[in-house]
């Protein structure tokens, strides 16, 4: 071997241990990076007219375990849309209380029980009468206040949609634009490897509203799809629609057309307006606002029936004629089974027993359409209405006989139990994910072997400096002759 061909194997080497030192201290310096994927330099033996010619530094390899990464991102979207689920049942279940607790509706309806005992016993007091009417008060004023809160909590989940659609779409295009740089990259020759952390990166945002699998195509590019089979990106990326309404009434559903559903290239999606993009939290949102808050809004209406009917029983107030309201209302009138949707955000107590709005106290035990005030001592009405908010009753969206108390207690329960549901799924969601999020980073950077590696490349780089020490000696040794 010539003198040459020697100076230009150690500088091969020496720049490749330079190279492989660039690589190895991009590792350790993102040992702790998300969406970082651990490189190693491809080398091999230059040849030369058959000849050894030194090292040949070739590509980066980027190394990542994607069937892993794949179900991670299924996990991600899974926990983020059962977390969703679980903090709104827990704002849900603040507003309408647990069973036993004090302000709870079941408790508020006890109160008023123990309002109507207290004033049958000393019908003639105003003060009891009184206080019997600032328990009914309190009472509707809590079904209206939690039917209030109800639809708020769908207006936020509608305006959540709306910005995970705006998110969806703008990471799309970025992961689009990424692609093309990926190819550019590698037409060009250059490391594609940043990009494609920097598209991983994205493609977990994604994952966390809608649950993806991810496709190779040509040139280092990905597609993007559903689960369910709902293509995002494929070359070009889907462009989705959604309007956000900043009022939503209890009546306002997707199948009455009040409510938007996602859209593509303005056609509605599907008739549940998510189709095949459920799953992450874009599908939980949905969840929440088309079908636990209803539910909640139905449980409500349920009590505020049941209620209404059970005070506007002629048996009950014999001076009420059949079909008239009784003690408790539907915003001024009657109950009406047609019209029982967001009924609990409209009942309120009859204006014939409060003060405020021209009524008499003395109606409470008289009688609401009593035209005079009748004898003071006389504690049947007020017997009767305790007997009838106690007894166990049927109604039309319940069979099974309860009181009005245990019926919102109930409800209550299934509250509370639908959120314990949907925490025991977050608890089964988050230790999958914890554990494929660990097998994610056993096969990431290993700091200890990267060291070790390091010290390898000084050797390398010391052994070649050596020989280019020895080469220099000899040319010296050539010029001395």
Do not use: C
């Not at 899974?78 to 969703?84: A, D, I, P, R, V």
């Not at 039917?147 to 709306?162: C, F, H, P, Y």
């Amino acid at each position: 071997m010539s003198i040459s061909n020697s100076l230009s194997n150690a500088l091969s080497g020496m720049t490749a241990a330079s190279r492989m030192a660039e690589v190895v201290s991009s590792n350790v310096s993102n040992s702790l990076t998300d969406g970082y994927g651990r490189r190693t330099l491809n080398l091999s033996a230059a040849v030369v007219g058959g000849r050894g010619a030194g090292v040949e530094i070739g590509s980066v390899n980027r190394h990542v375990d994607r069937g892993i990464i794949a179900d991670r991102r299924l996990a991600d979207a899974s926990l983020s849309g059962f977390e969703t689920l679980v903090s709104t049942m827990g704002r849900v279940e603040d507003v309408v209380g647990s069973a036993g607790e004090i302000g709870s509706i079941s408790s508020r309806i006890v109160d008023v029980e123990a309002a109507l005992i207290d004033a049958s016993v000393d019908p003639s007091s105003a003060t009891r009468l009184s206080s019997l009417g600032d328990r009914l008060n309190d009472l509707t004023s809590s079904l209206n206040t939690a039917t209030k809160s109800i639809q708020n909590l769908r207006v936020e989940a509608d305006a959540s949609i709306a910005s995970q659609v705006d998110t969806l779409n703008t990471s799309l295009a970025q992961v689009e634009q990424l692609n093309k740089d990926v190819t550019s990259a590698q037409l060009s020759g250059i490391d594609p490897s940043g990009l494609i952390d920097q598209r991983q990166m994205v493609i977990d945002k994604i994952a966390e509203i809608v649950p993806v699998r991810e496709l190779d195509r040509d040139g280092g590019q990905v597609a993007l799809t559903t689960p369910s089979g709902e293509t995002l990106l494929d070359g070009k990326a889907k462009v989705f629609g959604f309007v956000a309404n900043p009022v939503i009434t209890s009546d306002m559903t997707i199948a009455s057309t009040g409510l938007s559903g996602i859209t593509l290239d303005g056609a509605p999606l599907s008739a549940d307006g998510i189709g095949k993009l459920g799953g992450g939290t874009l599908g939980a949102s949905f969840q929440v606002r088309d079908v636990e808050l209803v539910t909640a809004q139905d449980g409500l209406d349920a009590v505020a029936a049941d209620l209404i009917l059970r005070f506007q029983d002629t048996s009950v107030d014999p001076s009420l004629s059949a079909g008239e309201p009784g003690l408790l209302m539907d915003g001024g009138l009657a109950y009406d089974a047609m019209n029982l949707t967001g009924l609990a955000g409209r009942i309120g107590v009859n204006a014939a027993v409060d003060p405020a709005q021209g009524g008499a106290l003395t109606n409470l035990r008289d009688g609401i359409n009593a035209t005079t005030p009748g004898p003071s001592g006389n504690s049947t009405l007020l017997q009767a209405l305790s007997t009838a908010l106690s007894a166990p009753i049927a109604s039309g969206a319940d069979p099974t006989q309860k009181s009005a108390a245990a019926r919102a207690a109930d409800f209550e329960a299934s509250t509370g139990a639908q959120r314990l549901n949907f925490e025991a799924e977050l608890s089964f969601s988050n230790a999958r994910w914890s554990g494929l999020k660990e097998a994610e980073a056993a096969g990431g950077v290993d700091t200890d072997y990267e060291m070790q590696m390091l010290l390898r490349i000084e050797q390398a780089y010391a052994a070649n400096a050596r020989v280019l020490q020895t080469i220099d000696t000899l040319m010296q040794r050539l010029m001395e002759i």
